[in-house]
């Protein structure tokens, strides 16, 4: 049994910085795979990234590679997305997921934190 609970976001101008972080609970692992999406007004939620727990590496959707980044702190059992060069497409609520990283779906999602990008 997971939670995870977003948090981080807010307003910045195009160009800017925003870094999320996404705090799990409960009976996490190693072997969990986390992950982001977003979900703009009116449009369906879409693919950000994903990473292993344990490791930095991640996959990333084409629409923001070599722009976000994941990274991890063990300790506070946290996860993080690095966004930098924001764009008003970016614009969307963004929610933290996790699964089992044997398992096809994610089925433990976060509550979403809103992003802002304004020009």
């Known amino acids: 049994q997971v939670q995870v609970v977003e948090s981080g976001g807010g307003l910045v101008q195009a160009g800017g910085s925003l870094r999320l972080s996404c705090a799990a609970s409960?009976?996490?692992?190693?072997?969990?795979?986390m992950a982001w999406f977003r979900q703009a007004p009116g449009k369906e939620r879409e693919f950000v990234a994903q990473?292993?727990?344990?490791?930095?590496?991640?996959y990333y959707a084409d629409s923001v590679k070599g722009r976000f980044s994941m990274s991890r702190d063990n300790a506070k059992n946290t996860v993080y997305l690095q966004m930098n060069s924001l764009k008003p497409e970016d614009t969307a609520v963004y929610y933290c997921?996790?699964?089992?990283?044997?398992?096809?779906?994610?089925?433990?999602w976060g509550q979403g934190t809103q992003v802002t990008v304004s020009s």
């Open positions: 997921a996790a699964k089992e990283s044997t398992s096809a779906n994610y089925n433990y």
């Open positions: 990473s292993n727990w344990s490791t930095s590496r991640g």
């Open positions: 409960g009976r996490t692992s190693s072997t969990y795979t």
